[in-house]
T-cell receptor
Framework: QKEVEQDPGPLSVPEGAIVSLNCTYSNSAFQYFMWYRQYSRKGPELLMY????GNKEDGRFTAQVDKSSKYISLFIRDSQPSDSATYLCAMSGRYGNNRLAFGKGNQVVVIP | DTEVTQTPKHLVMGMTNKKSLKCEQH?????MYWYKQKAKKPPELMFVYSYEKLSINESVPSRFSPECPNSSLLNLHLHALQPEDSALYLCASSQDGTSGGADTQYFGPGTRLTVL
């Protein structure tokens, strides 16, 4: 079993829809959870960073963490064509070196 | 300012060439990272420098040679690469690389490398 599972299937949504992405993980040592957005042929850009279970909002983006279920989500409200990108979940433990465990990434296409 | 810069943006090289990738950050970070990313895959960690010392080498072939001249600069020297080494090479930086997950990594735009 991979440490981080993220269904990589491309996701196409109409403009204005809510995009829902999620990752599951198996390593209970993971305490920090990140979502990166990566446009085609560019580097990953940190979008959201969370530590505790619960929700964190930043504009149209909401990150949700459920440590008891080992499940994290990213919601994008009022999606725009500019949100078309690959979204990578990443996570790491509390101590020691800062190795990130990445999901495979979700390609999202928002259709105008 | 959370900017990490990388040069060049694109690089094409033959299998006998020697080239270098460069990365720079001015955020005062003391940890810098090299990742390799193939198409439609997540980044794979190659090397980590913390306080200018190599702290992680993920069993990377010796044809990749990292160098950290100072806390702001990171180089990746390339020699005798193979076509399968063609990928996007990403640099990242973070506060110190020893604080576990609290130490957020910021990525550069990458260098797209093609080995002929």
């Amino acid at each position: 079993q991979k440490e981080v599972e993220q269904d990589p299937g491309p996701l196409s949504v109409p403009e204005g829809a809510i995009v829902s992405l999620n990752c599951t993980y198996s390593n209970s040592a993971f305490q920090y959870f990140m979502w990166y957005r990566q446009y085609s042929r560019k580097g990953p850009e940190l979008l959201m960073y969370t530590y505790s279970s619960g929700n964190k909002e930043d504009g149209r983006f909401t990150a949700q963490v459920d440590k008891s279920s080992k499940y994290i989500s990213l919601f994008i409200r009022d999606s725009q064509p500019s949100d078309s990108a690959t979204y990578l979940c990443a996570m790491s433990g509390r101590y020691g070196n800062n190795r990130l465990a990445f999901g495979k990434g979700n390609q999202v296409v928002v259709i105008p | 300012d959370t900017e990490v810069t990388q040069t060049p943006k694109h690089l094409v090289m033959g299998m006998t060439n020697k080239k270098s990738l460069k990365c720079e950050q001015h955020m005062g970070h003391r940890a810098m990272y090299w990742y390799k990313q193939k198409a439609k895959k997540p980044p794979e960690l190659m090397f980590v420098y913390s306080y200018e010392k190599l702290s992680i080498n993920e069993s990377v072939p010796s044809r990749f040679s990292p160098e950290c001249p100072n806390s702001s600069l990171l180089n990746l020297h390339l020699h005798a690469l193979q076509p399968e080494d063609s990928a996007l090479y990403l640099c990242a930086s973070s506060q110190d690389g020893t604080s576990g997950g609290a130490d957020t990594q910021y990525f550069g735009p990458g260098t797209r490398l093609t080995v002929l």
